[in-house]
């Protein structure tokens, strides 16, 4: 059963940053897709930032040019580093896995980190 624990959220004001990390109990190498999700209170869980095991990485468009997402496959760790965040970036943020072809994510979700960005 792979688990990740996600790590690093916490309570920041607008502008400042954060750097969360994603630790898998599995290696990540060969992982197709490794991404981050946040969920607000109220509303859906959604897509934040991505990358694939060729290192290519992809954004949504609310966080392009203000987070930078990597993965270590030594560490078996994915990041996300968050700059510039907002009061709207208020969510659960929570990391897991595709597989090439497949939309769903392959392991059960964790508790996630909280991030907070209030004044």
């Known amino acids: 059963q792979v688990q990740f624990v996600e790590s690093g959220g916490g309570l920041v004001q607008p502008g400042g940053s954060l750097r969360l990390s994603c630790a898998a109990s599995v290696s990540i190498q060969n992982v197709y897709f490794m991404g981050w999700w946040r969920q607000a209170p109220g509303k859906q869980r959604e897509l934040v930032a991505g990358v694939n095991s060729s290192g290519t990485a992809n954004y949504e468009d609310f966080v392009k040019g203000r987070f930078t997402v990597s993965r270590d496959n030594t560490k078996n760790t994915l990041f996300l580093q968050m700059n510039s965040l907002k009061p709207e970036d208020k969510a659960v943020y929570s990391c897991?896995?595709?597989?090439?072809?497949?939309?769903?994510?392959?392991?059960?979700w964790g508790q996630g980190t909280q991030v907070t960005v209030s004044t």
């Open positions: 897991n896995g595709r597989r090439a072809f497949d939309p769903n994510c392959f392991a059960a």
